[in-house]
């Protein structure tokens, strides 16, 4: 006895099987997935090298005397995904490491995007949506 397994009725995210593979997994679809990674990755490469590079720039203008990169340009960079090259940047260049309020602020930005991130996993599982499958 076979079944025909050639339509999907399941629920989503039930690893519904159409045609011999599962569903979420057709080409097509990995496709837009992979095309979507590789934006968030690019986003994310950008905005972490910018935030390390003002941060190394700002770093300099404070050694010269110069004007310097105003704080809240840091953080707006740091809130906009680049959190992990100021923290990067704070030990690297050994800069902005006691400052107050600048260290309670990157902290309470880390840990807002640490909570946005594991709402946005927890989500994705509960859609059913192919995370790294």
């Known amino acids: 006895m076979t ?9 989503p995210g ?3 099987r159409a045609n ?27 905005v972490n090298l910018t935030g390390l590079g003002l941060f190394g720039w700002d770093k300099r203008c404070a050694r010269r005397g110069e004007r310097r990169v105003p ?4 953080l707006t960079v740091a809130a906009l995904g680049g959190s992990p090259a100021m923290l ?14 600048f260290s309670t602020r990157l902290h309470v930005i880390v840990g807002l995007q640490l909570v946005a991130a594991l709402g946005a996993i927890l989500l994705a599982v509960r859609s059913g949506a192919p995370l790294l499958s």
Request: aromatic share 8%.
């Open 3 to 11: 079944s025909d397994r050639s339509h999907a009725t399941a629920e």
């Open 20 to 46: 011999g593979a599962y569903a979420c997994c057709r080409r097509r679809d990995m496709k837009e997935w992979c095309g979507m990674l590789f934006g968030v990755v690019a986003y994310g490469l950008a």
């Open 71 to 74: 704080e809240r340009r840091l």
């Open 14 to 16: 039930a690893g519904i």
């Open 88 to 101: 990067l940047g704070r030990s690297l260049f050994r800069h902005k490491t006691r400052k107050q309020p």
